[in-house]
């Protein structure tokens, strides 16, 4: 960044040089600082051509090429350059900007930010002019703050378009979420960073919700979104693919700073289905955009269908820094948490239909057929709706169990989990978790640990690679090699595949 400091011509005194040079030095600390805290982006953008004119009487100048330039940065960052001068420069008192085009002989600078009540926001006259002939009007620079301009008109029509991010549903809110043992923790959680002011600590940041489809998640997080919205405090709500598509489209039409100011100026995002974020840049953007707002003590609420550690499409920095906070499962609704959805769907349905009755034997039938999710209740309660309404008889357990057969399904074999098979195989050959990960290679070790590969290529849908990199970070081929020698033992020795088989049970129960 060049200067011009002023006073320095040829025949200024020795120490206004080493003065000026000093003040010079100090400028490019500050723009040093100022890079580090906006990041490259952001300051190549607004400051790449900002330059110290010269300093006297407590006054700096700086100049910019662009009235448009001028403008932006008085009105967005005059809180991030005032500090820096105070804290290098303190005989500095006052900051204004001119515009290097202008053709007025003198100017009286507009102040960014003043020093001590009194001067902040005086008139100051300064001794800080351009040559006194009349300067023709650059064409380069006029196309540059005709660029500018056009940009920031993209940057309000994109702000217009983002700034409510995804819709949100009003019947989702705190007082419609049913509790249960199953999410009694993701309810409290989700309430206590609802409602929590501006100047209480952020106990839970980012508070990670992960569960299956269908036990209210979505519900949870839309109600955070109100909740918070209603106590005054600036919300985003986003899906992954909302926030995929809003940083492709910036970068497109070249609102990218927008983009990123907006999601960092929020006191709370919101982010579901994280699960589904794809795209090296995009995962960057994000990674930088949670490190930004947890930095800034912005509360972060983020739901998935699987803990942090398992997402595996997702970079590592950015599964570090969705586990840092509070994860918490939703589990499996259970019967009574189940009759509390039905009831309250019969309920809401009755409104429409005050004819439409359903038996609590029926009703009990029903939460014990379906145990899946939320959502497939509420199919449930629309076919025995149909059910009545079109054929005008009461709903019985015979109607109820031919009403509802296509969602009546098997359980699923329950979820089992890398950690899980490494721990029991551990405690079942008297060995520990890190050793199983370690890279020893003795004969005690060595089993357990190729029986825990084995077991989590049958009973897991990890690929290959993945389970490698869970064992210590080791390659494919070592998995592979520890399942082809597992199987081959296994179909010799008789007592190994019992106790293949007592531990996949045990990993079942």
Partial sequence: MNSRPAGAGVGAPVNDDVKAEGNQEAWTRICRRLRSELGEDVFSSWFGRLELDGIADGSAVLSVPTKFLKSWIESHYCEKIWPLFESELPEVKRVSIRVRSSRRPSFEPSALAGGPPGARGAVVETSFAPSVQKIRPDPKIQESEKVLQNSVKR????????????PLDRRLNFSSFLVGRSNQLAHAAAQKVASASADEPLLYNPLYLHATVGLGKTHLLHAVAHAATAVTRRVIYLTAERFMYGFVSALKAQTAI????KLRSIDVLVIDDVQFLQGKSIQQEFCHTLNALIDARRQIVIAADRPPGDLESLDERVRSRLAGGLCVEMGGLDESLRIK????????????????EVPASVIGYVASA???N?????GAVNRLLAHASLNGAPIGLETAELAIRDLVRTHEPKRIKIEDIQKLVASHFNVSRADILSARRTANVVRPRQ???YLSKMLTLRSLPEIGRRFGGRDHTTVLHAVRKIETLATADGSLSEELELLKRMLME
């Fill in 451 to 453: 029986i825990a590969m």
């Fill in 155 to 166: 940057q309000i029509d994109f702000d217009g378009d983002f700034v409510n991010g995804s």
């Fill in 258 to 261: 927008a983009f990123k100011e």
């Fill in 370 to 372: 379906i145990q899946t």
């Fill in 341 to 356: 959805i039905l009831e309250a769907r019969i309920a809401a349905a009755k409104q429409m239909h005050p004819n439409f």
């Fill in 374 to 378: 939320g959502r497939d209740l509420d």
